[in-house]
C-alpha cells in the first residue's frame, strides 16, 4: 500500500530549513511520489532544485497561479513556454484557475490566462491542476470555451456540490483532489464524497496549506496524506488499502508517474 500526494508545496518557504526532510517524512509514512504545483517565477526555481534532489519522488509541475496573474501575465506564460521548449519535463500545467476570494481586480486577465493554460496543456497533451475559489461560474465559462479540445486535469482542494461534480463530467476528463478539509468538523465535503466515485478521486496536502485534524494549526506537509486517505476511507465505508490503491492508480494515470 502506498499513497501520493498530487498537490505539495514543499518548495514553499515554510520549508526552508527543513524541505528534504519533509520529502523523507512523507515517504517513510508511506508516500511514495508526490506533485509539485507551480506558482509563479518567484519560487520557481526553488521548485526544480528541490525536485532535482529528488528524481522519482518528486514530479514538478509548470503554471501561472491566479492569484499571481496581473497586467503581464502574457509574460509569465512565454516563460513558462520557454522552459518547456528548453526540454524542461512537468507532469502538469498548473497551479492555473481562478480565484475570487482574494480579489476580483484582474478577474479578466484570470480568465484569459486560464484559458491560456488549458490550452497549453492541450497542446502539449498533459493534464491541467484548477485551482478555484468562489469561481464556479467563471470557472465553467472558460471550460465550456475549451470543451472541445477535452481538457484533463484535476479540480485541487474540490468543496463543490455533488451536482458541480457532477457538471465537470461534460468538460472533460476530470478528477477531484480531496485534502485536509475533509477532517474538519462540519466540512460539507465529507459528505459529498460519499457521492464521489472513488475512481474520480486523487489526494492531496496543499501543504503547507490545509493541515488535516489533528495537527489542525500546525504546518502541514506531505507525511499527512494517510490521515486524509482514512478519513476518506470511513466516510466512503470502505477500507484504507482500497483507498490508496485507487486513488494512486488514478494520480499515476492521470499524470503519468
Known sequence: MYFIDTHSHLYDGQFLEDSDAAVQRA??????????PDIDKAS???MFA???????????????????????WREEIEEIEGRISSGTEICAVGEIGIDCYWSKEFLKEQEEAFEAQIRLACRLGLPVIVHSRDATEPVFKVLD?????????????????IETFRNLGKYGDWYVGIGGVITYKKASI??????????????ETDSPYLTPAPHRGTRNESAYVPLIAEKTALQKGITVEEVAETTSANAERLFRI
Open 50 to 72: 528541490l525536485a532535482g534532489r529528488h528524481p522519482g519522488t518528486l514530479f514538478p509541475c509548470l503554471g501561472l497561479h491566479p492569484t499571481s496573474v496581473g497586467p503581464c
Open 27 to 36: 515517504v517513510d509514512a508511506g508516500v511514495r511520489k508526490m506533485v509539485l
Open 190 to 203: 465529507a459528505e459529498t464524497v460519499k457521492e464521489i466515485p472513488l475512481e474520480r478521486i486523487v489526494l
Open 44 to 46: 520557481r526555481d526553488s
Open 145 to 161: 470555451r475549451c470543451r472541445h479540445l477535452s481538457p484533463a486535469g484535476v479540480f485541487h482542494a474540490f468543496s463543490g456540490s
